[in-house]
């Protein structure tokens, strides 16, 4: 928690109502719960985040965990809303090709405004290369950083899955990195140095 306050103390407050407790949550898990919606396609992934919180608000008298499992409870309740949109939108979740997809930060430093929104299509265009299941396992354990138990959880499937669908999208991401940019040293290792847990 990056209040300083202790975990427990901010969870009693938030589900004994105190609207100062929930905002710490909220500004806690929101940017990673936004960017895994908007990573995985949403139409609107603010509107989706939104519906994502007011599902935890609802729900939260009932949790019971700690900070990793409140966690993973957020982001099970993100995907099942994003599954949601996907079958009211009625087809196949694909990577939008709008330029605001990744939120920009501009600055007034050309060069860090370029470096930024080449970073931004860099991720883009990786995200999109990934099968959907592949794209979700690495989006929970580098954005949402979750263990694979709790992307199995959230995702429904088995452990030994998840682990397998994280090496698949590990390997399609390698390939990518290697295409793009054939004189760098050392790209195989770099995409899995976030999932070493």
Do not use: N
Request: charged share 30%.
């Amino acid at each position: 928690m990056r209040t300083g306050l202790p975990f427990d103390d901010v969870l009693a407050a938030a589900q004994a109502g105190a609207a100062w407790a929930f905002e710490v949550l909220y500004r806690d898990l929101s940017p990673a719960v936004t960017g895994y919606l908007r990573l995985h396609g949403a139409a609107e992934p603010d509107d989706l985040a939104s519906e994502t919180f007011i599902g935890v608000l609802t729900g939260l008298a009932g949790f019971r965990g700690d900070e990793d499992a409140l966690r993973a409870w957020v982001f099970t309740i993100a995907h099942r809303r994003l599954v949601d949109d996907w079958r009211r939108r009625g087809r196949r979740p694909q990577v939008s090709d709008d330029d605001a997809l990744l939120e920009e930060r501009r600055g007034g430093d050309v060069e860090d405004d370029v470096l930024v929104r080449l970073g931004a299509g860099d991720v883009h265009r990786l995200c999109g290369s990934l099968p959907v299941d592949q794209r979700a396992v690495l989006l929970l354990r580098i954005l949402a950083d979750l263990t694979v138990e709790q992307v199995a959880q959230v995702l429904g499937r088995s452990a030994g899955s998840v682990k397998a669908l994280q090496r698949r999208g590990l390997r399609t991401l390698r390939v990518a990195l290697d295409e793009t940019s054939p004189g760098r040293v050392g790209v195989g290792a770099h995409p899995s140095a976030a999932l070493r847990r």
